[in-house]
């Protein structure tokens, strides 16, 4: 089977029903626009893998709680996932304690170019509250309360204390002297929590 002339909806409905390869091929389609986005990006303390781990983890998400009979392309609302997990990645770096004002990022940073070279702005791809979609948020919500739920179970009670730590704003460097750990063990940790949250289905 060409999975590669398979649209996009039919690859998640295939992916639905246990065939990893569609979803592997999903990934593949969409990793450049990953790419792109994180590039233009910056995390305070982190680099440009970081975004793009944190991108392909919002396309993960969209793959998970896309609904083609809300008459959304899952084009957009998996650029709308990318955008919101990597921007939530940088909000979460910036809230850090004694980060430089210098580190921050300027909403009239470019974004990301489309396909036909429009330049964007954070400042076009962040929605307000306010004005964001209500069934969007609805999925975003339930989305996080399961993912949340699997992921916690594949964790060690180690893993899930660093990930509490994680998720109040903390970097490895804080979790380890309230761990009582070297900095190193709490990277390995935060690591191995990444790489088991790219495998909760």
Not at 44 to 64: H, P
């Amino acid at each position: 089977m060409n999975y590669e002339k398979c649209s996009d909806e039919t690859l998640i409905d295939m992916y639905r029903v246990g065939n990893e390869t569609a979803i592997e091929t999903l990934f593949d389609r969409y990793k450049n626009l990953v790419r792109k986005k994180a590039k233009s990006m910056y995390i305070a303390g982190g680099d440009n893998d970081d975004l793009i781990q944190e991108g392909m983890i919002g396309l993960y998400k969209a793959a998970r709680g896309y609904d083609e009979s809300r008459g959304t392309s899952f084009a957009s609302f998996a650029s709308l996932c990318i955008d919101r997990q990597i921007m939530t990645a940088i909000t979460a770096s910036n809230r850090e304690k004694n980060v430089p004002l210098n580190n921050y990022v300027s909403f009239e940073t470019p974004a990301y170019n489309d396909d036909n070279e429009n330049v964007y702005k954070l400042a076009d791809v962040i929605t307000p509250d306010s004005d964001q979609n209500p069934e969007f948020i609805f999925i975003d919500k339930e989305y996080a309360r399961t993912f949340e739920e699997n992921l916690v179970d594949q964790l060690s009670s180690l893993e899930r204390q660093v990930l509490d730590y994680h998720m109040e704003g903390k970097n490895y460097h804080q979790i380890a002297e309230l761990m009582h750990k070297s900095p190193k063990s709490i990277d390995n940790a935060l690591q191995r929590i990444k790489t088991k949250a790219m495998k909760v289905k």
